[in-house]
């Protein structure tokens, strides 16, 4: 047993270093006042010599899909037609870290343009001397606070990369599962392959990077009006099919937009920036 672990090792040494995906089963509650309620979502931790992207499998899927379905209609008829169906998954946003310095980048869409903003706080780990066993690692119990909430996360110190799902970096191991302390918010590593390469721009699309402030800023002017993205993309160079155009229907989806805002109030992050 002794020599198939430190072959084990041997081998996880080699591919150390090269591109390696870290699958994890996210599980959340995104409404505080209906915890029965919880989600569910596959995500991707990618890996590579100079950083990580953390992102939505199934977002990720679904824009690629998006993407090869919008492009043929401009190229039939020059115009596009979105329709509720096309969008799959709840984690909208993703996350990059940049080694070996952990620089750490959240991702975002706000209205019709993408943002990347610099998370420049700082994450203070507790390690405990608790180990245990979890799947086929050797895992070891570690806590933080983080954006207003208590975190216990478990790390392998065999997995010799120190990152992790979301934001959360900084162990002498790979965390393996994370949760924090209502339990609302619940990581587990569930797979781990090798890649030939990572996609090399999973956001497709121009970024602009503006700090915590403006971030803070345009999340309270989406809250407030919802649906001025669409409006901004109404008036743009490419002509979108809406399903109504007229003011009722836009106050309609409006309240419906912000009736689902009121229920995601359980959020990753209760404190932000």
Not at 2 to 23: E, H
Not at 194 to 210: A, T, Y
Not at 221 to 233: A, H, I
């Amino acid at each position: 047993m002794k020599t198939f672990i430190f072959i084990f090792l041997i081998n996880f040494a080699c591919v150390f270093g090269q591109n390696q995906r870290f699958v994890y089963e996210y599980q959340f509650v995104p409404d505080s006042a209906n915890v029965a309620d919880i989600k569910k979502e596959i995500m991707n931790l990618d890996t590579s010599p100079g950083g990580s992207k953390f992102y939505s499998y199934t977002i990720y899927q679904s824009d690629s899909a998006m993407k090869i379905n919008l492009e043929k209609q401009i190229a039939a008829t020059g115009m596009i037609n979105i329709t509720p169906d096309m969008y799959k998954g709840l984690v909208k946003d993703q996350i990059s870290k940049t080694y070996p310095q952990y620089d750490v980048f959240l991702h975002t869409k706000i209205f019709a343009d993408q943002y990347k903003i610099k998370d420049l706080r700082k994450l203070n780990w507790k390690i405990s001397s608790e180990k245990k066993k979890t799947g086929d690692w050797n895992v070891q119990k570690a806590e933080t606070d983080f954006a207003g909430r208590h975190w216990t996360a478990w790390f392998a110190a065999e997995i010799p990369i120190q990152d992790g799902p979301y934001k959360f970096h900084g162990l002498p191991g790979l965390i393996v599962s994370l949760e924090d302390n209502s339990k609302s918010h619940v990581f587990v590593l569930n797979a781990v392959k090798n890649l030939d390469q990572i996609p090399g721009n999973i956001w497709d699309r121009k970024e602009i990077d503006i700090n915590a402030k403006q971030y803070s800023k345009l999340l309270k002017d989406y809250e407030n009006d919802p649906t001025k993205g669409l409006k901004q993309m109404q008036m743009g160079a490419v002509t979108m099919i809406m399903a109504d155009g007229n003011a009722k229907h836009t106050k309609e989806q409006e309240a419906r937009i912000k009736e689902r805002i009121k229920k995601n109030n359980n959020q990753i992050e209760l404190v932000k920036n």
